[in-house]
């Protein structure tokens, strides 16, 4: 941007300006000294503004990073990642190897009852309980 600067007038007669004569700088004279001035938008307010912009994004990254692991610490997981096939509610009479029997693939019985002992932390159930089921 540049100034301009106005040209210095004389009053010889009350209510009449005149013009001075140019005064015009031959080689080598000083010029007067350039200020610079800062373009708009590089205040504090510009500075102030960028700096919620940069809070505003953290925090909502920090939001969805919060979103995420809380969705994914709520989705079920697959009996392959946990090992497990579910649960069993025992009933009157029922017996580990009953359930075993019932849940195991043919021929797998016995060791589907150690799976069982193991999990549910051993062989004496009552009606009523939760088993955990072992993954066949």
Known sequence: MVAIAS???????PGRAHRA???????????PALTLVP????GAATSSRRS???VL???????AVVLAVGYLATTPTTSAATGLDGTHVVAEG???WSVAVAHA??????GYVER???LNGGATVTPGQELLLPSR
């Open 21 to 31: 004569p140019a005064h015009r700088p031959g080689p080598g004279a000083c010029r």
């Open 57 to 63: 994004g953290a925090a909502l990254l920090a939001l």
């Open 7 to 13: 040209l210095p007038t004389t009053v010889t007669t």
């Open 52 to 54: 919620l912009i940069s």
């Open 94 to 96: 029922d017996t580990m």
């Open 39 to 42: 373009p708009v938008g590089s």
């Open 116 to 118: 069982l002992v193991e």
């Open 105 to 110: 693939p043919a021929g797998e019985a016995a």
